[in-house]
């Protein structure tokens, strides 16, 4: 697995962790399954913080590996120019 393929994996990894944190959120604000989340000491606001840290890790890693690909072609090219 190269570098682009490593960070596309944790982009798609920290894309549905978010998706889990904003549903498990919404279902403190909807008082279901509350007591569980207050065992763990997870507020609503815990989870709202890690859902949005996570799409910022997500949309900061596809931004990346999409960069790194981009240079990757951009170098082969030349390499084939010169050759």
Not at 30 to 54: D, H, P, W, Y
């Amino acid at each position: 697995m190269d570098h682009t393929g490593r960070l596309q994996l944790i982009g798609k990894l920290t894309y549905y962790l978010g998706w889990i944190a904003l549903v498990c959120g919404g279902a403190v604000h909807l008082n279901i399954a509350k007591g569980m989340f207050t065992a763990m000491q997870l507020s609503q606001r815990n989870l709202f913080e890690l859902g949005v840290v996570c799409f910022l890790i997500a949309i900061a890693s596809e931004l990346r590996a999409h960069d790194s690909a981009g240079k990757d072609k951009e170098i082969s090219g030349g390499l084939r120019k010169a050759a």
